[in-house]
Structure formats: structure tokens, C-alpha cells
């Protein structure tokens, strides 16, 4: 995986239209510490909205995902770790629906807890202006286009390790073979053609600074 990949402990942050001092200052060259000690006075919107992403018994208790943003206007989106459901009762967030955030192009930050593990296709499309998220290790999978349009991505907070992140499957190419009759005399299928097929959408994961070990949870 081709990315340019840093520690959390003294990554830069770079140009930040979203984040300001208590001066009015734009805030720039700031690690991750200090990062998250600004995003420790932005709370999660009210305005987001949450449903069921898995079905099964007690229902009451099953996990969301977040649909929609609701209205919400913020440059600067923090997802919820937990969130109240349909029946009142406070249960984990675990996944971003498809196209949650598609077309925004006024976010520049957002910020995922921990407690994530589904990014589905087209989750972020669109947002031409962001510049920074959080990722979290429980990401396995990042489908295709789900970063399509993203432009301006600089930075990804990561939870994990290096080899933690170089393990996330991120869907940019497909691999094709175009067979061809039996072998005589064998079950074989001659090989006429074999490729991989470039599947747009995520480039800009491979072009954003990738920064490691990052305490999601100092984001809160």
C-alpha cells in the first residue's frame, strides 16, 4: 500500500480551514495530542441520525449506524460513540451507512470513534473539503468509492499499528482472467488474458499522510 505514513506522537497537521485557537487563529503544524485538545470542546451533533445496521432478537439492544447528517451544518462532524435508539436506551455506533456524508463539500473534519468497524461504499463521497479523519483499527475494509471525490484528504488518524493499517483491504482495483478452451486432454482452461482493473474511488487514501497509533479515544 503507497502512502505517506507517520507516527501520531509528532505528525503535522497541515492548512486547517476547520479548527482555531481561542485567538481566531487558524491552527496549523499541530500533532495529534494537540489536535484532539482542541476537538475536546466540539461535542457530537444532536442533529445526526442513527438506525439499526443488524437485525436479530432483542432488538432493543442491537447496534446503530449513522444514516444521515441530519441538517447538521458543522465544518467539523464527531460522531457519537453511543447514541439512544428507538426504544430510549443508549447502544454502541459501529458503522457509517452508504453515502451518510455523500455531497457535503463544507466538512473538513471528521472525527469516528473507536467503536466503528463498517465504512460502506460512497460514506464520504463528495466531500471535496475534507482534510482530516480518525479512522479506528476495527476498520477492516474500506469499499469501493467510499472516498470518491475527496480531494482535499491530508491526514488520516489511524487507531492501529503500521501493519494494522497495511492489512485493511481498501478497494481500488479488481483482478480479472479471461479464459479460454480446455487444455486437450487435460481440465485446464488455456489463459488468454489476465489484468487488474483499476476501481476509482479511494485514491485519496493513497495520497493523504497516514498517521499511526492514534488514541481515538482522546478525540472524545
Not at 497541515?14 to 482542541?38: A, K, Q
Not at 441530519?70 to 430510549?88: D, F, P, Q, T
Not at 482534510?131 to 475494509?141: A, G
Request: overall charge neutral.
Amino acid at each position: 500500500m503507497k502512502t505517506s505514513q507517520k507516527w501520531c506522537s509528532n505528525a503535522p497537521l497541515l492548512s486547517h480551514p476547520g479548527i482555531y485557537n481561542s485567538n481566531g487563529d487558524m491552527v496549523n503544524n499541530m500533532n495529534f495530542r494537540e489536535y484532539t485538545d482542541l476537538l475536546k470542546d466540539i461535542k457530537p451533533s444532536g442533529k445526526l441520525q442513527y438506525k439499526r445496521v443488524v437485525f436479530g432478537l432483542h432488538p432493543e439492544r442491537l447496534p446503530l449506524g449513522l444514516v444521515s447528517l441530519g441538517g447538521e451544518l458543522s465544518s467539523v462532524i464527531k460522531v457519537a460513540g453511543m447514541a439512544v435508539n428507538e426504544y430510549g436506551r443508549m447502544v454502541p455506533v459501529i458503522a457509517i451507512a452508504r453515502n451518510a456524508f455523500s455531497g457535503n463539500e463544507s466538512i473538513t473534519d471528521i472525527i469516528l470513534p473507536s467503536g466503528i468497524s463498517r465504512l460502506s461504499s460512497g460514506a464520504f463521497a463528495g466531500c471535496s473539503s475534507l482534510r482530516n479523519i480518525t479512522i479506528p483499527k476495527s476498520v477492516k475494509m474500506i469499499k469501493k468509492e467510499t472516498f470518491a471525490g475527496c480531494i482535499n484528504l491530508e491526514n488520516v488518524y489511524y487507531e492501529g499499528t503500521r501493519d494494522e493499517w497495511n492489512a485493511v483491504e481498501i478497494v481500488h482495483d479488481r483482478h480479472e482472467i479471461e479464459f479460454g478452451p480446455l487444455i486437450q486432454g487435460t481440465p485446464v482452461h488455456t489463459v488468454l488474458a489476465e489484468r487488474n482493473v483499476n476501481i476509482p474511488g479511494n485514491e485519496a487514501l493513497f495520497s493523504a499522510n497516514i498517521h499511526f497509533r492514534c488514541r481515538l479515544e482522546d478525540a472524545g
